[in-house]
């Protein structure tokens, strides 16, 4: 009896140590097993971090300056400087704005850039191709990037970039958009934001807005008066019904958030025609009718004409003569109603400015 229970207590001590050796060896195999996926993961995190690009922060170009009672430029200064932005001065060609990114580029690539400059969709941007060049047009800058003489921009940008223009009536001249687009290719493109509304930096409610614009042209120093440019007004823009067109001509600012108002801007046209060496008479007129029809003969002279999508009626047209050179000049000036966006719920207030919300502003 003795011997079998010695032989039984043999075999269960047998029994426990073998479980317990299995039960060692799986947790060394576990805990190795635990050790290899953990390498995994940090391979796999080491990854996703090389193949995250942080973009640099923010920059902004006041490319212009005020000239006698303007303050546009020195407004956008400030608001982006507030707002603890890096502004870059005194680059007022595409040329200077392109070599500055190259030469000061770093690692990563530029994340915003922010291009600030007065402008309207009749007189164009104020801002020059290259340095003492022509100002940039669609036909400009597509002739300038034809020659080779606008610089191109360098592995400095990616797909994830914003090239922002603070350029009011960009977004309504599609053709400069597109060629703008392309002046600022690069191995990887960018995207070029612009807004189809008025900017406004300095306002009397905010430091930056936008508005809507309506426009209304006559001949400079024949106006028809505020009454016939009211109606006018209302016959271009019959879907507009909140606006008293007679009252914001009166207004030369916001009186109150959302209040219509106007400013004005003039547009000039000046040909030259030199008959030395030509069959061609020299023309003569008496009447501002002459010169009209005479204009209206010579299609080139209409298609630049047509280019701003003003009548011919609306220019004030003068000419003079001297030895063979016979000279027309026309100036028409521009009024431009604001009408400041507000937020269609709550408080009234200004719409923030969002380069991020499409409806405010569109990328190509």
């Given at each position: ?13 047998l ?6 050796l ?14 290899t ?19 640099r922060?923010?920059?902004?170009f ?10 546009f ?5 400030t608001?982006?400087?507030e ?7 005194g680059?007022?060609?595409l ?15 530029y994340?915003?850039?922010?291009i600030v400059n007065?402008s ?14 022509e ?7 597509q ?12 592995d ?5 970039t ?8 960009l977004m ?6 597109k ?17 189809p509304y008025?900017?406004?930096f300095?306002?009397?409610f ?16 024949n ?8 109606k ?12 008293n ?5 009166h207004n030369?600012?916001e009186?109150?958030?959302g ?10 046209i ?8 030509t069959?061609?008479?020299?023309p ?15 299609d080139?002279l209409?298609?630049?004409?047509n ?7 609306k ?13 027309i ?7 431009l ?14 719409v923030?400015?969002?380069?991020n ?8």
């Open positions: 009896m003795k011997k079998i229970l010695k032989k039984t207590v043999s075999v269960i001590s029994l426990v140590v073998s479980i317990f299995v039960s060692c060896n799986n947790q060394k195999i576990e805990k190795k097993n635990t050790k996926i953990v390498a995994k993961n940090s391979i796999s995190n080491k990854e996703t971090v090389k193949a995250t690009t942080t973009s922060a923010p920059i902004v006041i490319a212009g300056f005020d000239k006698g009672n303007e303050t430029y020195t407004n956008a200064r608001y982006f400087q707002k603890g932005l890096k502004v870059v001065d680059q007022y060609s040329e200077e704005i392109i070599t500055w990114l190259n030469t000061n580029a770093t690692k990563n690539p994340g915003e850039v922010h007065q309207n969709p009749y007189k164009g941007m104020n801002l020059e191709t290259t340095i003492r060049g100002k940039i047009t669609s036909e400009t800058l002739r300038t990037i034809n020659q080779g003489t606008l610089p191109s921009l360098k400095v940008v990616n797909q994830n914003k090239i922002v223009f603070h350029a009011s009536g309504e001249n599609k053709e400069l958009l060629t703008l687009k392309t002046a600022f290719s690069a191995k990887n493109l960018p995207k070029v934001v612009a807004s008025h900017t406004i300095g306002g009397k905010s430091d930056h807005s936008l508005a809507q614009p309506y426009y209304v042209f006559y001949p400079t120093a106006s028809p008066g505020k009454i016939d440019l009211s006018e007004l209302a016959r271009k823009y019959p879907e507009e019904k909140d606006i067109w007679f009252d914001a001509l030369n600012n009186r109150f958030i209040d219509a108002y106007y400013t004005t801007f003039s547009i000039p000046k040909w030259e025609f030199d008959f030395h060496n069959d061609e008479k020299m003569t007129f008496t009447t501002k009718e002459e010169i009209m029809d005479w204009i209206s003969q010579h080139e209409m298609v630049e004409l280019k701003n999508n003003i009548a011919i009626e220019y004030r047209w003068n000419w003079s003569s001297k030895n063979s050179t016979f000279v000049r026309g100036r028409t000036t521009g009024i109603i604001l009408k400041p966006l507000i937020k269609p719920y709550g408080d009234l207030q200004h923030k400015p969002d380069t919300n499409k409806r405010l502003y569109a990328m190509k």
